[in-house]
């Protein structure tokens, strides 16, 4: 059992802002050869040290990158990683004419490992920006992720001819040796993005799930194992969280369904120490499934929309959360947005000044909840 998560409050977010309008022309800059790799990195210093600020101001605790050197939320991480490759993006033409740009395909073509430092230096850049008294969070895709889209199709035969262990070891060594990395420089607290469990809820996942080969009842027990994996490497005095999504493109989603399916392999089985649940809206179910969580983890209440600008109701919030307190002591929750807000590069149909509305939402209706 991990000790009590300690979250740097009971308000949190999940990490991803809105891009400003100069780092994405600095981006398509980069893309057409117009300005070199370090030009574009001095234009993301920028605009990080002033979401830092954002953050700040607003009275966040953890403060986040807000993932702005980023387009994708797992694909940027996870093809880092030796023996994973990312095939291009393709085009498709839908029926009705119109084109749609299909994610890229993460394939696992060799043995899986820890080719360099992933996210140190990003890490030591917002290190340097985050005041004294706050804490730099990192986002970091779940390992889960190799393995769901593409299920055993997708993880070269030659490499691991069995799945179990030698894939999910070579993974959790991996990221054992990130996380290593991350904590010599003084990094204490990571989540991972995680939208497998969350999808394993929606019954039109679950049959492609067994479309693949895979058993949509097996896989949520079989991540567990594969996440503490992951957690018997975590160095001491770090908080590990995982953030469960349910599809965050432009304001759309993927999946919908309560947690009853995945919740006690989740909350009970999996060794983490704090949990983001989307619960923005009746596609996540109510708040039984929260009766799996052990004493010592933290439950955040993704209760506030990041996919549209209109504003919760605060007595509404404080509603929820008494709700929620029924199934789990009101001292291991938290609050947050749903979501991110830009989960890839492209970001969600909503306003900047909404972005901020939201957040002090957040740490206003928390510190009214839980006190100061």
């Known amino acids: ?184 420089a003084g990094c204490t607290y990571v989540q991972m993005d995680d939208t497998n469990l969350a999808y394993l809820c929606d019954e039109k996942m679950r049959e492609a799930a067994r479309q693949r080969g895979d058993d949509p009842n097996e896989l949520p027990h079989r991540y567990a194992a594969f996440i503490n994996k992951v957690v018997a490497q975590k160095p001491a005095g770090m908080t590990l969280a995982m953030h469960l999504c349910r599809g965050n493109f432009k304001s759309t989603h993927a999946a919908a369904g309560n947690y009853e399916p995945v919740a006690e392999a989740l909350l009970k089985e999996m060794d983490l120490d704090a949990y983001f649940l989307e619960y923005d809206d009746a596609r996540s179910g109510d708040f039984r499934p929260l009766r799996f969580l052990p004493k010592g983890k933290t439950v955040v209440l993704g209760l506030v929309t990041t996919k549209f600008g209109e504003m919760e109701d605060k007595d509404e919030l404080k509603e929820r959360i008494e709700a929620a307190a029924k199934y789990v002591p009101l001292e291991q929750l938290a609050l947050s947005p749903q979501c991110g807000f830009s989960s890839t590069v492209h970001g969600n149909n909503i306003a900047v000044e909404a972005q901020r509305a939201k957040l002090r939402l957040v740490v206003e209706t928390a510190q009214e909840v839980w006190g100061g």
């Open 1 to 184: 059992m991990s000790q009590h998560a300690r979250l740097p409050a009971h308000y949190d977010h999940v990490g991803s802002f809105l891009r400003p309008k100069y780092l994405l022309e600095a981006r398509e800059q980069k893309a057409k050869g117009e300005i070199t790799p370090e030009q574009l990195r001095k234009v993301e210093d920028k605009a990080i040290t002033e979401i830092v600020k954002f953050q700040e101001d607003i009275g966040l605790k953890s403060i986040t990158d807000g993932e702005f050197r980023r387009t994708y939320f797992h694909i940027d991480f996870l093809e880092q990683l030796g023996g994973v490759k990312t095939d291009i993006p393709v085009t498709i033409r839908k029926p009705d004419g119109t084109e749609e740009l299909a994610p890229p395909v993460m394939r696992v073509i060799d043995k899986v490992t820890h080719a360099k430092c992933i996210q140190l230096a990003d890490f030591e850049y917002l290190k340097s920006q985050v005041s004294a008294g706050n804490t730099p969070k990192v986002t970091i895709p779940s390992p889960t992720m190799l393995h769901f889209r593409g299920g055993r199709a997708g993880i070269s035969k030659e490499a691991y001819p069995e799945l179990d262990p030698a894939f999910y070891d070579d993974v959790a060594r991996a990221y054992g040796d990130e996380l290593r990395s991350l904590a010599a």
